[in-house]
T-cell receptor, first 116, second 111 residues
Framework: NAGVTQTPKFRVLKTGQSMTLLCAQD?????MYWYRQDPGMGLRLIHY???????AKGEVPDGYNVSRLKKQNFLLGLESAAPSQTSVYFC???????????????FGPGTRLTVL | GENVEQHPSTLSVQEGDSAVIKCTYS??????FPWYKQELGKRPQLIID?????GEKKDQRIAVTLNKTAKHFSLHITETQPEDSAVYFC????????????FGSGTQLTV
């Protein structure tokens, strides 16, 4: 049981390049989330999903797109990277509380992205 | 949307002393309040959480208190140890929001 994994761990992009970050979980969780973490600002929600085929915007969605084609995977895309997107990106997942009574979000190890 | 403020931003205590971190939230519809610990270069990990129908929760040396009227909640760590050194984040989640978390800005605790 690997929990929540993220690929890649590190990446350097040039302004205008595109990339996709992959999050995978093997805990059969319904909910998945993408956060970004910047110094002194805590974690901010980018997008989230409540199930396969669904996505929704979080607090800071601009410049990002997401897809959840399979229940275990949640992809975060940057179509045209900007220096302001330099950050550490964390994926998280959780069970549906209505069904399980638990709210705990489990985080992946993070992806450190630098945009030059 | 929800807004969470966290204080202090840094906290230094002597080993064996207690540490208290405080957070306030803005939306009275918030009903779930987790605390996460993040060591340098690692992922955030849940250490304790509380729901709005409970005023206090304890787990060994860690406790969380919630005052719904004042919209604030606090993390208490007793008998601090060097391994407690980390960044601690509070968060709040609004009822019915698919558990979207709004985080505070973090507290760097040094023991």
């Amino acid at each position: 049981n690997a929990g929540v994994t993220q690929t890649p761990k590190f990446r350097v992009l040039k302004t205008g390049q595109s990339m996709t970050l992959l999050c995978a979980q093997d805990m059969n969780h319904e909910y998945m989330y993408w956060y970004r973490q910047d110094p002194g600002m805590g974690l901010r929600l980018i997008h989230y999903s409540v199930g396969e085929g669904t996505t929704a915007k979080g607090e800071v969605p601009d410049g990002y797109n997401v897809s959840r084609l399979k229940k275990q995977n949640f992809l975060l895309g940057l179509e045209s990277a900007a220096p302001s997107q330099t950050s550490v990106y964390f994926c998280a997942s959780s069970l549906n509380r209505e069904r399980t009574g638990t709210d705990t979000q489990y985080f992946g190890p993070g992806t450190r992205l630098t945009v030059l | 949307g929800e807004n969470v403020e966290q204080h202090p931003s840094t906290l230094s205590v002597q080993e064996g002393d207690s540490a208290v971190i405080k957070c306030t939230y803005s939306d009275s519809a918030s009903n779930y309040f987790p605390w996460y610990k993040q060591e340098l270069g690692k992922r955030p990990q849940l250490i304790i959480d509380i729901r709005s129908n409970v005023g206090e929760k304890k787990d060994q040396r860690i406790a969380v208190t919630l005052n719904k009227t004042a919209k604030h909640f606090s993390l208490h760590i007793t008998e601090t140890q060097p391994e407690d050194s980390a960044v601690y984040f509070c968060a709040a989640s609004i009822r019915g929001s698919a558990r979207q978390l709004t985080f505070g800005s973090g507290t760097q605790l040094t023991v």
